[in-house]
């Protein structure tokens, strides 16, 4: 009797943007060394580039399928509504894709993981009968957030939020209150929440990795295995086993060699995602601060952030020179691995967040929308490696934030704690550890499945 070979191919599924597309490529990265193939599918917008695919993935197969819904709408529909559209446009062109890799590879599929924004990948996995994974490139307590924001009546949670109980612990998740549980800027509270329960919705999906760390997240890690019933597998951070190129933007590497002219943990970082905006106000408060601390700083001013802006008035422009160094875009974990800086100033997007804990940083904490305002809470709170600077950004408060992290005894007990944390964080990848088990455990489940 003939002995039927495992299916070897991996096919990954990453939401088109580069919070989830990096994850995603370190996620292909490591299960390719445990010998299995990868197929990453992908849209027209948001690719990993051409070079990228040669030079750093060039045994991974790309396949871009038809396009179910232009970058302009983006911009148009708001981010909800956009993610709504995707899902119901795409399913039937994924179907097809699918079922192209099974002619084309012999039925070789061994599990379709897909982000979970693209939770339309479900249907196509149970009409060919394939294993399916969820990944969530965000933090387990987001990911809780959103099972509790599903169970709750819309118009009750909006007239709570009016009243003292948005201070209130949510039951059995660590410290995080009702008015945590953040929706502004995703758009009107109901499409959220419709949003929210799809993604919340396992359907026939066999796991979940979330891309999280057992000693970072351990109750909300249980609180979501209790919640989905099936298993949860933390098995981050991707960057420190996965780690190569894979940014979707140019990145400028002049920064490095200002860096090497700095002295020892002196220089503030300042990332706010590649997402964000801010008014051109702020950014001038920004700029009057982070002199006024005397402390040297990297500053990343992604285009196109600033609504209008054309440049800094002369006279900051020359103070900043003077001071500072400004870029389009960093290779940040190269910059977080810098001996020259000493703290970081983030939106506390999840990759951000735990790229600076993996390097031993404390924070600034400037939070935009959703899961950055829970990362942030668990920053200041629940970790005590940072501070949050919270309602209008005005000069004296960054020129405060600034010498409370990097000179003051308070910025120094919180680099303690973080070093303390980078150091669990770090034993968890190694033999042994958390997420090196629970990663060996997935893929033995996918050799045998």
């Not at 819309?154 to 059995?172: G, H, I, S, Y």
């Not at 601390?293 to 209008?308: A, H, T, Y």
């Not at 800086?341 to 904490?365: A, D, R, Y």
């Not at 990663?439 to 489940?445: K, M, S, T």
Request: some cysteine; proline content about 5%.
């Amino acid at each position: 009797m003939e002995t039927r070979q495992p299916k070897r191919r991996i096919v990954l599924v990453p939401l088109p943007a580069q919070g989830h597309v990096t994850p995603f490529m370190q996620l292909g990265k490591a299960v390719y060394v445990k010998g299995f193939s990868v197929t990453v599918i992908q849209g027209h917008f948001h690719q990993v580039s051409s070079s990228s695919q040669q030079h750093d993935f060039p045994d991974f197969q790309f396949v871009t399928i038809p396009e179910s819904l232009p970058e302009s709408e983006y911009e148009r529909l708001g981010p909800t509504e956009f993610l709504l559209k995707l899902n119901k446009t795409s399913e039937a062109s994924f179907k097809d894709c699918i079922g192209q890799l099974l002619v084309q590879h012999g039925d070789d599929i061994a599990c379709i993981i897909y982000d979970e924004f693209m939770y339309f990948c479900e249907a196509a996995a149970k009409e060919f009968k394939l294993p399916s994974v969820i990944f969530s490139t965000q933090s387990a307590t987001n990911q809780a957030s959103r099972c509790v924001l599903r169970n709750l009546n819309t118009k009750k949670f909006l007239a709570d939020m009016e009243d003292d109980v948005q201070d209130k612990v949510v039951k059995k998740l660590h410290l995080l209150r009702f008015k945590d549980l953040s929706v502004s800027g995703l758009g009107p509270l109901d499409r959220v929440l419709e949003l929210f329960n799809e993604m919340v919705n396992k359907k026939t999906a066999f796991a979940v990795i979330i891309n999280t760390v057992s000693c970072l997240e351990d109750s909300s890690l249980s609180w979501l295995e209790q919640e989905f019933g099936i298993p949860v597998y933390p098995l981050g951070p991707f960057h420190i086993t996965g780690s190569m190129p894979s940014s979707l933007v140019e990145e400028d590497r002049t920064c490095i060699e200002w860096l090497n002219k700095q002295k020892p943990r002196s220089v503030i970082y300042i990332s706010l995602g590649s997402v964000a905006h801010i008014e051109t106000r702020e950014v001038l408060e920004m700029a009057l601060g982070l002199c006024d601390s005397n402390q040297p700083f990297l500053w990343v001013i992604r285009p196109g952030s600033i609504p209008g802006w054309v440049s800094l008035p002369e006279e900051v422009s020359k103070m900043v020179s003077e001071r500072g160094y400004i870029v389009k875009w960093a290779p940040q974990n190269e910059v977080l691995a810098h001996h020259a800086v000493g703290g970081f100033w983030s939106h506390c997007g999840w990759n951000s967040t735990l790229e600076s804990i993996v390097e031993g940083f404390p924070m600034i904490c400037r939070p935009f929308q959703g899961e950055q305002k829970i990362n942030a809470m668990y920053i200041e709170s629940v970790w005590r490696v940072g501070i949050q600077l919270e309602g209008e950004v005005k000069r004296k408060r960054v020129e405060r934030a600034v010498r409370r992290l990097l000179v003051d005894e308070e910025g120094a007990c919180m680099r303690e704690r973080a070093l303390a944390l980078k150091e669990k964080v770090k034993a968890s990848v190694r033999k042994g550890g958390s997420s090196y088990n629970a990663f060996d455990e997935l893929v033995n489940y996918l050799k045998t499945e």
